[in-house]
């Protein structure tokens, strides 16, 4: 856990630092993940810069290229990549891999990296959702020009394969958010009952989602979630203790606010 801890501390606090440098403010929120390279050739960081800018459209006001460490400064945002040559934690991709339901094998490919691309995005913490589009696009880029099997993000204990990730970054162009690269969703049975659960809406600012014993089939009860948060990232609808969300089938619910069963804090309750 330390070997990939401690460098990414060190690269989010140089990368805070430049940010506030360009806008002098220090209210800031830091988005970061990282790349997960198959051999130990580092990513060209000069023809990185340039793809992001031209192959992903995210426009740049300047570059720095400083030994293994690519620094790109937007209007709104710092973009910082490192190449690190060791692999991020095998125990914490490991565990990550065990929950990737959407990566059929990835408990096989995702252990077998042999180094990473350690990204953060700074910026303001009232544009979570415009950090998360320029992460994507950033780790988009990367695994367009690297020997890479897939893009890892702890703080939501996200971990995708390169091909469905660059997928959903192509989205953005038809402005169709990545919702399951930004956060994850996990569903259970917990006594013949349905139980689902997000992780890492508070990134977004809002509780996370949890349904607990429904009688519902684990795919209905994930879809309600999945609907959810995407209307609410997508429509810049915040989900809160009160707010009412509708089913396909135009079922209303009130969501409430209550400790969470499966999770630890507090959740948003979906009587599904």
Not at 14 to 19: D, G, I, K, Q, V
Not at 147 to 164: D, E, H, I, P, R
Not at 170 to 176: A, E, H, P, S, T
Not at 237 to 250: F, H, M, Q, R, Y
Request: with cysteine; hydrophobic share 40%; net charge negative.
């Amino acid at each position: 856990m330390q070997i990939f801890r401690f460098p990414l501390f060190l690269l989010l606090c140089y990368s805070s630092l430049l940010h506030a440098q360009q806008t002098g403010t220090d209210d800031n929120k830091v988005v970061s993940g990282i790349v997960l390279l198959n051999a130990n050739t580092p990513v060209d960081l000069p023809q990185l810069a340039t793809a992001i800018e031209k192959d992903w459209k995210v426009r740049l006001d300047s570059s720095k290229v400083n030994g293994k460490t690519l620094v790109l400064f937007t209007t709104n945002a710092t973009i910082m990549l490192a190449n690190l040559d060791y692999p991020a934690s095998p125990g914490e991709i490991r565990s990550a891999a065990e929950g990737a339901w959407m990566w059929p094998t990835a408990r096989d490919e995702a252990p077998r990296h042999q180094s990473q691309v350690v990204i953060s995005v700074i910026g303001s913490t009232s544009k979570p959702v415009y950090l998360y589009q320029l992460f994507t696009r950033a780790a988009a880029a990367v695994l367009d020009n690297s020997n890479a099997c897939g893009v890892y993000m702890s703080t939501q204990l996200v971990l995708q394969s390169k091909s469905f990730f660059l997928q959903s970054a192509r989205n953005l162009d038809q402005l169709v958010l990545p919702v399951y690269c930004w956060v994850y969703f996990g569903m259970f049975q917990d006594g013949g009952a349905s139980c689902a659960y997000t992780y890492g809406l508070t990134e977004f600012g809002m509780p996370d989602l949890e349904i607990v014993k429904s009688s519902h089939t684990l795919q209905e009860a994930h879809a309600v979630l999945y609907d959810a948060v995407k209307d609410a990232l997508q429509n810049k609808k915040p989900l809160e203790d009160g707010s009412v969300i509708e089913t396909l089938e135009g079922q209303k619910i009130t969501l409430e606010l209550s400790k969470s069963v499966y999770l630890s804090g507090e959740t948003l309750k979906v009587g599904y």
